[in-house]
């Protein structure tokens, strides 16, 4: 309501000169106090190996902004490197369906416990490290409200639907990428995803040493070792071991004195592997039952046979020749195979990195006993072949590796320095 003159009551035109001034002044104190709050990053990593990535970062990005605070959930690795956790990354650990729907109402209480501290902590960023189940709906809900999002490690959306990319986009304003055929994938959807490269292709060496890795496992150094993984999950154990050890028995007949290496990831693992063991004809004496060194088992080794996933990758940084094996249950293959659902012709990393076949891969019906074996062999006998696969798996080890956490933080930064219209910030 105005007065004659289009005055507002009780204001003089003199008044309103310091009005502004009083205002203006308030304005740049509180955009003082904002710029000297330090910098606020929350990360979520629901596993083992997502805290491994989330410790490397915080290093980084701590080197970046000296008086950065980090909060969100993690495990031993990142309170380590300085992040205090809301939450434990073990709450999130869950796998399988039934699980997931066991513990679903205590996930979704957590998500919303976690959704609401991090609003009210208001993050410069919100870092999602893989778990995507989880944290992609979690980077929807903080970017629907203003806060700036990252995904760390991006879904195979190069294996099964590429449309996955952008939902993926619409969750995070970066996508964090381990290998280089997946930025392309975002580009064709206008997704910034950068590759980063691999932290384990960091963390290996270009070289090992076999014999020390014997030494350390108190194997022969002149035998014939075989190095045998079906899977760090009771799933797939019960799916492989038994293939697998009939295919390493039959290697044993045609190569005397072979041993057999057998890692086991935890204590449920070695039960059922020490029982598939008693069961199958290998010899005692030159079977190894391991706690974990699955690592140091495919450094020893001169082959390896092992379950498809993030261990392919492993045997070759290692620079080992391996075979590769998988089994789903009968009516998942078929409702994949039916609906077109894997986009890809190679499962095996390597193989999709060199985009040929490096290592045999025997999936579902294809993996036997006889199949496997005589893929085993095929190594031992051509030694030439081991001999040329080396140079291929350096040239993929040194495309991968990056020093991965630096060029995540790097991303992050650009992420952080940029103004809301993509533009440099003050």
């Known amino acids: 309501m105005t007065g004659p003159g289009g005055h507002t009551p009780g204001i003089t035109t003199a008044e309103i000169v310091p009005l502004a001034a009083l205002a203006t002044s308030v304005e740049q104190t509180l955009a003082v106090r904002a710029s ?18 989330g410790a490397g970062l915080v290093r980084e990005l701590r080197l970046r902004f000296p008086n950065a605070e980090f909060a969100g959930i993690g495990g031993d690795a990142m309170r380590s490197a300085g992040c205090q956790t809301w939450f434990d990354a073990s709450e999130l650990a869950v796998m399988g369906l039934t699980e997931i729907l066991r513990h679903l109402p205590r996930l979704l209480k957590l998500r919303r416990e976690f959704r609401a501290r991090a609003l009210e902590w208001q993050p410069d960023v919100f870092i999602g490290i893989d778990a995507p ?67 384990m292709a960091d963390d290996i060496p270009l070289h090992n040493d076999r014999e020390q890795a014997r030494a350390e496992l108190g194997l022969p150094s002149n035998a014939k070792v075989l190095a045998v993984l079906p899977g760090s999950r009771l799933g797939e154990i019960g799916k492989l071991g038994e293939p697998f050890f009939e295919a390493a028995w039959q290697v044993s007949e045609r190569i005397p004195g ?32 391991l706690d974990g060194n699955a690592r140091t088992a495919m450094i020893a080794a001169d082959v390896v046979v092992l379950a498809s996933g993030t261990a392919t990758l492993e045997t070759m940084l290692v620079k080992r020749p391996m075979v590769v094996g998988y089994r789903v249950a009968e009516l998942t293959y078929r409702i994949v195979k039916a609906l077109g659902l894997l986009k890809v012709d190679r499962f095996a990393l390597p193989n999709i990195l060199a985009g040929k076949d490096l290592a045999p891969e025997l999936m579902q019906h294809d993996c036997t006993p006889d199949k496997l074996a005589a893929a085993i062999l095929q190594w031992f006998d051509h030694p030439q072949r081991v001999i040329d696969l080396h140079d291929t798996y350096e040239r993929l080890h040194l495309q991968l590796r990056r020093d991965a956490s630096a060029r995540a933080a790097d991303a992050v930064t650009d992420l952080l320095e940029r103004g809301p219209n993509g533009g440099r910030a003050a």
Request: hydrophobic share 45%; glycine share 6%.
């Open 36 to 53: 000297d709050r330090p910098v606020r990053i929350a990360l979520v990593a629901g596993e083992a190996s997502g805290d491994l990535l």
């Open 133 to 199: 189940d989880f944290n992609l709906g979690v980077e929807r809900w903080l970017k629907d409200r203003g806060i700036r999002t990252v995904h760390y490690v991006s879904p195979s959306v190069w294996a099964w639907r590429e449309k996955r990319a952008e939902k993926i986009g619409a969750s995070a304003d970066l996508v964090l990428c381990l290998f280089p055929m997946e930025p392309p994938i975002y580009a064709k959807h206008g997704i910034d995803a950068r590759f980063v490269g691999h932290p």
């Open 258 to 289: 072979l041993h057999v290496v057998v890692p086991a990831a935890n204590a449920a693992c070695r039960q059922l592997i020490s029982e598939q063991l008693s069961a199958s004809a290998l010899p005692v004496a030159h079977s190894h039952l």
